[in-house]
């Protein structure tokens, strides 16, 4: 059993990000289907021979390599610093839920995982309803900007602001075969959804179940109940969708004034680096 190697593998993944896991991301990324129990054993035969220390942060178990033992010392400082800041992303998801064309509202990035910095913004992914993408888009900006907390291009203190760094049309939710990496998988799983209307969450999984090629462990235990649309928010939708392919021109025209290597489709938008989704463990 390669249960050795592997955990090796889990270790420096997070690392690269001064993380110590918890034992549920543990089993949950985990490579190969094990048991937790068979897991908590391993971990704990190498915690008695000092290869690896545990502690509890937030009422979580984490483990890190002795040689990484400030990674927990991180999560104990990061972890408080990520209540605050996740705290602000629940008030500020549930006022872009009320828009009818938002379907979902995922906290994901540092503050998903209790390890963001002071300095840290806090990222949205967006799933808009079929065909509402470009207005949906308009509205969250304009939404967020009322609210104060838009991050915007170029801005250098994006302390607590709100970056909408993945936006998908509710027609189009599978993830593009190239970019089906470690690093978006860890990222799709570790999402966190704030809002999630009519079972789109769930849907988005199972258009992406290639994840469990990665982490056949991965359980999917959070339910959400599904909220149908009111007729008030079905006539907004019609309203602005009218305009959707004017929205869609302008915003365009807008982003490839910046555009360097962001990846843009009628329905999906990554404002994400390339480097960055080519992350490997």
Not at 225 to 245: A, G, R, T, V
Request: include cysteine.
């Amino acid at each position: 059993m390669k249960m050795g190697k592997e955990l090796g593998q889990i270790f420096k993944y997070f690392a690269q990000y001064d993380y110590a896991p918890s034992l549920s991301q543990i089993h949950t990324f985990y490579p190969t289907k094990t048991s937790k129990h068979s897991l908590i054993t391993f971990l704990e035969e190498l915690v008695s021979k000092n290869i690896l220390i545990k502690a509890s942060v937030a009422g979580e178990i984490v483990y890190a390599p002795k040689i990484k033992a400030k990674t927990i010392q991180i999560r104990q400082k990061r972890t408080v610093l990520s209540i605050e800041k996740y705290s602000r992303a629940q008030k500020v998801a549930q006022i872009l839920g009320k828009i009818p064309q938002v379907q979902l509202v995922g906290l994901s990035g540092s503050v998903a995982v209790a390890n963001a910095k002071k300095s840290d913004d806090i990222d949205f992914f967006i799933i808009t309803k079929a065909g509402n993408l470009w207005s949906g888009r308009i509205l969250i900006l304009i939404f967020l900007q009322i609210l104060g907390v838009r991050r915007r291009f170029g801005e250098k203190n994006v302390a607590n602001k709100i970056c909408c760094n993945l936006l998908f049309d509710g027609r189009d939710l599978a993830i593009p075969e190239e970019k089906r990496t470690i690093y978006t998988a860890h990222e799709l799983l570790q999402m966190v959804p704030l809002v999630s209307k009519r079972g789109v969450y769930q849907k988005l999984i199972k258009q992406n179940e290639w994840v469990f090629t990665f982490f056949p462990n991965a359980q999917l235990i959070l339910k959400r109940e599904l909220s149908n649309l009111s007729k008030n928010e079905l006539k907004w939708i019609h309203f602005f969708s009218l305009f959707e392919k004017l929205f869609r021109i302008i915003q365009l025209t807008l982003i490839n004034r910046h555009k360097t290597k962001e990846y843009i489709t009628e329905t999906q938008l990554w404002f994400f680096k390339e480097t960055i989704l080519r992350k490997k463990s």
